[in-house]
Structure formats: C-alpha cells, structure tokens
C-alpha cells in the first residue's frame, strides 16, 4: 500500500483529502506543521508521495520544497490557492513533480497520485552493466554488492548516469549538487570522482563508468 503524506493548515481540507485518500487504498498521515513533516522525513519515514500546500505556518510551502527534496527524492503534489502561471512556476522551479490549483475534485489529486507513483516507480531503479542505483531509496550496488556512498557522491553518480554521454564541466556539477557547498572549490568534484571511482572498482585509465574528458570535465561512459 502507498503511504501519503499530506502537509495541509486548512485541517477541513485535510480531513477531505485524508479521508478520500483512504478511500482509494492509499495510507494517509497528514499534519499542519512543516517542521513535524521534516523531522520525519530526516528520520528516514517511508512515504511514496507527498501533496504540499503553499500556505502553511512555521515555514512557506515553497522553502519546505525545496528542503524536501535536498534530502529525498520523493515525489511532491503542491496544492495551493495561486492558481496564476507565474506561481505554478516557482512551484515547479522549488521542486515540485506537479501543483493542483485549488478548489480542486478529490478525484483528480487522486489521479495525479497515481500518474506520479508510475512514473517514479519506472525511473525508480537505472541499470549500466553490473551496476545499479535505486534512485527513491539512494541504493547503489555493483555486482549485487551494496556500495555506500557520500551524498555528494550519490548525486554525482546519479546524475552522471542518468545523462550518460552527456559532458559535464566541474562548474556545472558544483551547481547541480546540492551536497556540495557552493563557495567549495571546484577541486572538490576531482575529489569525490576520486572516491567515486574507488569505490566503484572504476579504472580512470580505462573507465567502465565515469569517463574523463580533457578540458570540460566529467560523463558517465556511453
């Protein structure tokens, strides 16, 4: 059974949600406090999908958005009452997979659930050769052998794997990564493909993974 977690100040609507939710087969917990709902989170609590309002006491929806998905992968609905282009966008530009404009039918939050349970369970797991990353559960495991690797790491990998062949400088990858402080120096990149590699059992000399291309910077080998 899916586990939805609804972030929701307006306890009515929550209640709706919660109740419809149910009804539908999904486990809902649902809270009013964006700190609460973090906490959790940190704490590694399952959830498959979370639906987000905007509105909410202690911190705006945007900013916990954009912390959620410092941390986890989870998919993220955002409900709220801007319904303009321009909100819909900062929504999405915080990290939001979709964003429903209230006042909005049960129903059709429901079958947005479902469009997004599909989808990331399609991309949940990506295969290159022996190696594999489970990316809702930030797995990695070369040969049937479970890796452990920094955060930083992680998304390195996961994003050098989930555009393979595509170059990457070391500026771009410092920007993409959200475990990589930006004032860190740019030598730090060369440091964690380093440790990357090793940890992989990856050759720089002759890459099965992680290709050096002289003068940009990094790509994952086609």
């Not at 406090?33 to 399952?46: D, F, H, Q, W, Y």
């Not at 941390?71 to 997979?97: C, H, N, Q, T, V």
Request: glycine share 4%; charged share 25%.
């Amino acid at each position: 059974m899916h586990k939805i977690l609804i972030i929701e100040d307006d306890l009515e609507m929550q209640k709706l949600l919660s109740d419809y939710l149910q009804q539908s087969g999904f486990e809902v917990h649902a809270t009013d406090s964006p700190n609460v709902a973090l906490t959790r989170i940190k704490n590694k609590e399952k959830f498959h999908l979370i639906v987000l309002d905007i509105m909410l006491p202690e911190m705006d929806g945007l900013e916990l958005c954009k912390q959620i998905k410092k941390i986890s992968e989870i998919p993220i609905i955002m409900s709220s009452a801007r319904g303009d282009i321009s909100s819909k966008l900062l929504g999405f530009e915080y990290g939001a997979d979709d964003y429903l404009a209230k006042s909005y039918e049960p129903i059709e939050l429901v079958a947005r659930i479902n469009v997004l349970l599909r989808r990331y369970a399609q991309h949940r797991s990506i295969k290159y050769k022996d190696l594999e990353v489970d990316v809702i559960k930030r797995l990695v495991s070369v040969g049937g052998f479970c890796v452990e690797l920094t955060p930083a790491e992680f998304e390195i990998l996961n994003l050098l794997l989930s555009n393979r062949g595509k170059p990457f400088s070391r500026e771009s990858l410092s920007q993409a990564i959200s475990s990589i402080a930006p004032d860190s120096s740019l030598r730090s990149i060369d440091t964690h493909i380093r440790n990357l590699r090793s940890k992989l059992g990856d050759d720089a000399k002759n890459p099965k993974y992680i290709q050096s291309i002289w003068g940009i910077g990094y790509k994952f080998c086609d």
